[in-house]
Structures are given as C-alpha cells and as structure tokens.
C-alpha cells in the first residue's frame, strides 16, 4: 500500500510544480501604468527629433561629397 501511494505522489508532486511555474510566469510581467506608456511614448518622440536632423545633415553632406566627386571628374577631362 505504501508503494502504490509513494508512485501516485510522484506524477501528482510534478504536475503540481509544473502547474505553480506556469502560474508564475504570468506574474512576472505587470501590466504596463499610463504614466509608463506615456513616459515610453515621449522618449521614442523625443529620439525621432533628435535622429531627423542627424539623418538630414547627413543627407547633406552625401549630396555634397558626390558634388564634389562630379567636380573632380568635370576637372579631371578639362584638362586632359
């Protein structure tokens, strides 16, 4: 009788521990408050003006180094 009780223990023990970690892992992640939404949502604003201007110099001075390719190679055939 012991054995038979001591094999039933163990399946039971290891759903029990199986079921407790599931009921945990919906514990760890809190739902987000508004102020951290807002809080997240103002910093993505705030990187995006300051990434427009970075990425328009940018831009710039792209457009100004081939400029300056096309005025080498204009001057390079004059003087051939």
Known sequence: MKKFFLLA?????FLCFICSGCSRAKEAEPEKGSIDKFT????????EAIKKPINKAKDIDKMAQERLKNLEK??????E
């Open 9 to 13: 223990l163990i399946p039971l023990s």
């Open 40 to 47: 997240e949502q103002t910093g993505r604003e705030a990187a």
């Open 74 to 79: 204009q001057d390079a055939e004059k003087s």
